[in-house]
């Protein structure tokens, strides 16, 4: 059921993935490896991997432009 679990432990990961990419993209993983007995946990994790990607883009893109 995609409703077990707790949504608490997603939206940490998404916080994680603003503030430190590298350790979102981590947590992420965990979440979608090591948490298969919950649907919920496996999609966030997901989402968590590729918002962590994008927001490090993002991040070395400006750092490159501001020099």
Known sequence: MENEGNIIIP????????????????YGAILVFFKKDTQLYQKHG???????????IISFIIKIAIG
């Not at 997901?46 to 490090?56: D, G, N």
């Open 46 to 56: 997901r989402i968590i991997i590729y918002f962590s990607i994008l927001v490090f």
């Open 11 to 26: 939206v940490i990961g998404y916080i994680i993935a603003i503030i430190a990419p590298i350790i979102g993209l981590i």
